[in-house]
C-alpha cells in the first residue's frame, strides 16, 4: 500500500515539473514527453551519444578562446557567436542542432549574421556561394549536401564524419567544431582581406581537405 502511494506521489510530483516545463517553453506536456523519449531511443538504437556530440563541440570551440559558446542539453543543440571586426560591428552566430532522421547526416548547421549594412551582407553572400562551390568540388559526401541560404543565412545538414571506422560522438562533436574553425577562418579572410582572390581561398579550402578538417 505505502509503495503504490508512494509510486503515486512520485508520478503526481514529475506531471507539475513537466506543466510548469512545458509552461517555460511554451508548449504541451506530451510534446516534451515525446521529444525525451525520441531522444532516449535514438541513443541506445544508434550508439551514439548527443551528449558527447555536444560535449565534443564546447571542447573543440574552446581553442582559440575567441568564440562564445552556450550548449543547449534539452533541445540538443550548441550556439556559438564569434566576434566580427568589420563594418558597423555586425553579429555572426552559429547554431548546431543534433537530430538524427536519417542514416547519413546527424543535424543541421546554421551561419547567421545579422547586420544592416548592404555591404556587409552582400560580401556575407558572396561568401557563402564560394563556399558552397567548393564543397561541391571537393567534398565527398554520400549525397548531395542539402542547403538552405538567404542574404544573411546559411544553412546545411551536418553528415557523419567520412574516412572514419567507427563513429562516436566525440568524433563527431570534434569534426563539426573543425568544420565551424575553417568556415569562420575562411569568411573572416574574405571580409577582412578584399584583395583575397578566390584562388587564395580555394587554396586555404584544399589544405584544411587535405589535414582532414573538413568530413561533414
Known sequence: MNENHNNIRIMEEMMRRLQRLALEKDTSVHDIVHEA???????????????????GIERGMTVPGHFITNV????????IKSPIRYIHRPELKYQIVITQNDTVS????SVTLRTHDIHTLRC???FVDLWMKLESK??????????????DYFQRKVYLP???QKVSGQIIGAAISDYIHVFDELLKQYFYHPKSSTIEIEKNY???VANGKLKI
Not at 523519449?37 to 560535449?55: A, K, P, Q, R, V
Not at 546527424?106 to 548547421?109: S, Y
Not at 567534398?139 to 541560404?149: D, F, G, K, L, N
Open 124 to 126: 556575407f553572400s558572396e
Open 106 to 109: 546527424i543535424g543541421k548547421m
Open 37 to 55: 523519449l525520441n531522444g532516449f531511443l535514438l541513443i541506445h538504437e544508434t550508439d551514439l551519444n548527443f551528449y558527447n556530440i555536444l560535449g
Open 138 to 151: 571537393y567534398m565527398q559526401s554520400v549525397e548531395r549536401i542539402a542547403y538552405s541560404t538567404d542574404v
Open 206 to 208: 584544399r589544405s584544411h
Open 162 to 164: 567520412m574516412n572514419e
Open 72 to 79: 543547449d542539453l534539452y533541445n540538443y543543440a550548441v550556439s
